[in-house]
């Protein structure tokens, strides 16, 4: 049982250059969430999926675009990245509402130069 | 939407003492709020959670407790030990109403001195 799986673990990459960040959970989570992470500013969320299906926005969506590609696999991607988006980047998943812990995934290094 | 003040931003404390770190929130539909402890280069993983329903929960050495009235939620870390040294996170949210936002307070970095 692997748990919320992200990859790349890190990515350098030039200013205006795209990728996607991958997000995969084998708990049958029905909830999956991209934050962000900077130092003294906490995680703040990019966007969320409550289930297979629907996205929505966090606190800081802009510049990140998301897919719901199925029930395990969420994506974040950066179509034209800026030295603002170099972050830690962390996927969680959560069964639903009620149960309400988040598990994370070990977080993705991305540097934008 | 929600928002979620944490203080104090950095905590020292000496191995046996006891730490408390505060939360205020903004929503007050919000019924969830839980603790995620982060140690250095890892994931952020849940310590211990509270419901709107109940004023105190502990944990062994952790305890958490909630003032709805005045929208406000404390960690409590008793007989402290080195390794509870690491960033701690509130955080709060509803679990009903359409909302899924679990939204962070900007943590608290606790160290442990021997």
């Known amino acids: 049982n692997a748990g919320v799986t992200q990859t790349p673990k890190f990515q350098v990459l030039k200013t205006g250059q795209s990728m996607t960040l991958q997000c995969a959970q084998d708990m049958n989570h029905n909830s999956m969430y991209w934050y962000r992470q900077d130092p003294g500013m906490g995680l703040r969320l990019i966007y969320y999926s409550a289930s297979e299906g629907t996205t929505d926005k966090g606190e800081v969506p802009n510049g990140y675009n998301v897919s719901r590609l199925n029930k395990r696999e969420f994506s974040l991607r950066l179509e034209s990245a800026a030295p603002s988006q170099t972050s830690v980047y962390f996927c969680?998943?959560?069964?639903?509402?009620?149960?309400?812990?988040?598990?994370f995934g070990e977080g993705s290094r991305l540097t934008v130069l | 939407g929600e928002n979620v003040e944490q203080h104090p931003s950095t905590l020292s404390v000496q191995e046996g003492d006891s730490a408390v770190i505060k939360c205020t929130y903004s929503?007050?539909?919000?019924?969830?709020f839980p603790w995620y402890k982060q140690e250095l280069g890892k994931r952020p993983q849940l310590i211990i959670d509270i419901r709107s329903n109940v004023g105190e929960k502990k944990d062994q050495r952790i305890a958490v407790t909630l003032n709805k009235t005045a929208k406000h939620f404390s960690l409590h870390i008793t007989e402290t030990q080195p390794e509870d040294s690491a960033v701690y996170f509130c955080?709060?949210?509803?679990?009903?109403?359409?909302?899924?936002?679990?939204?962070f307070g900007k943590g608290t970095k606790l160290t442990v001195n021997p």
């Open positions: 955080a709060a949210s509803r679990t009903q109403g359409g909302s899924e936002k679990l939204v």
């Open positions: 969680a998943s959560r069964l639903d509402l009620i149960t309400g812990e988040l598990f």
């Open positions: 929503d007050s539909a919000s019924n969830y």
